[in-house]
């Protein structure tokens, strides 16, 4: 008789876990005193005052500013919009290169293209699934204008190597810490190291507006450029006697003041949810370390902070005697989603596709590829990035049964599936 789920057994756990729902009391307020005030966006897309929009907005990029000690915080209306700001206000032009990650959200790559800039992508650290600096370097050519770092589930990139590389090669560095707020390198945020960072607040984020973003830096030029982009550039470039035109036409990235309420309530506690965060993922390090064929992400140095969006695990297939995929399905068949996320399981095989095995690089179908502009080969084959595609493909997976809220009992179901699993891993050959 099937003692497993997955083919007929009693699961672990059929009760929903609880919601990640940072939204409370401090929010409904904070956005109840904007809607009785009538003032739900102040920008103007011409050059006053309220270029910069209302007194919510500033609110809240003074308080991302101050929180990460950094000169500007931009707010626009997603990570995306800030990835694409700042590559309008780096100078990226028609056959520049730039550094990408295959192993991160779509926009984290295509973000060169909207400028005709060209994604290069460069393999993944099989520890850390960040970009690897040795990679990077081999990917480096004269046309190589900026690397687009990830700050990928969390994790912190080797910022000394990749900012040693920027430097010998003039090069500009965009750092996408969608997924590492409050992350840290060396005792320093993430995000703050190379000429613009970009953080999302998007729904399912540590904290979030809902939709939103926030690009900080500490370069005066390049925070008006990246504001210019936001908000209609070409209204303003005249009045401000802006003399490089570079991408100075504008876009609406803009923030409401609805958002930046809930922005400034949402910055408060995130110290306390990421606090939360590390604490349950110290009970996964010590609960998941009896299963050899689990090979976690190693303790971070100190001065680091992993934030953990997700937390990824490498299955070796070889000690555990089934497949990878195998084993997350029947893990999944031992638990239930979360309130809130019915539909959406709390753990999946990889993480995306490299993504330059989408269609969009297959067949190059955007104009940035057009043989007048970029008159050089790129390849965009199948095991391009090997390291990126094994992981995804064969060994790794990743959960995020640590999220602020899970009790230990929560927790535990987890860990009891899992011994389950292995138990019986017979049903599963």
Partial sequence: ??????????????????????????????????????????????????????????????????????????????????????????????????????????????????????????????????????????????????????????????????????????????????????????????????????????????????????????????????????????????PTETADLTNMIGYNYRMTEVEAAIGIEQLKKLPSLLKQRLENVTFFDEQLAQFPALKLQPKQPEGNVHCYYTYPIVFDKTIAGIERNAFVAALNAELPSAILRETAPLIGCGYVKPLYLAPIYQQKAAWAFKPELYPHEVSYAKGLCPVAESMHFEQLFSHEYMRPGMTKADMQDVIDAIAKIFENKDELR
């Fill in 1 to 238: 008789m099937a003692k497993l789920a997955i083919n007929g057994g009693t699961p672990i756990r059929t009760t929903l876990f609880p919601a990640y729902n940072t939204i409370g009391e401090e929010e409904k307020q904070a956005v109840a005193k904007v809607l009785d005030s009538g003032n739900l966006s102040q920008y103007l897309g011409a050059w006053t005052d309220d270029f910069f929009g209302g007194p919510t907005v500033r609110a809240f990029e003074n308080a991302w500013k101050e929180q990460l000690g950094c000169k500007h915080a931009i707010s626009v209306n997603s990570n995306t919009s800030g990835l694409f700001a700042a590559m309008g206000a780096i100078g990226i032009q028609p056959g520049d290169e730039v550094i990408v990650s295959p192993y991160s959200m779509s926009a984290s790559a295509i973000a060169p293209l909207v400028y005709g800039g060209i994604p290069i992508f460069a393999d993944i650290d099989p520890v850390t699934f960040c970009m690897d600096p040795v990679s990077i370097e081999a990917n480096i050519t004269p046309r190589t204008k900026a690397i687009l770092i990830v700050h990928i589930m969390g994790h912190p990139a080797d910022m000394t190597r990749i900012m040693q590389l920027a430097k010998q090669h003039n090069l500009r560095v965009i750092e996408d810490c969608a997924q590492a707020p409050m992350g840290k390198y060396k005792n320093q945020y993430v995000g703050t190291f190379g000429d613009i960072g970009i953080f999302s607040l998007n729904y399912h984020k540590h904290i979030h507006t809902g939709e939103g973003g926030v690009m900080v830096t500490n370069d005066d030029a390049l925070a008006f450029r990246c504001q210019m982009i936001r908000n209609h550039a070409e209204n303003i470039v005249g």
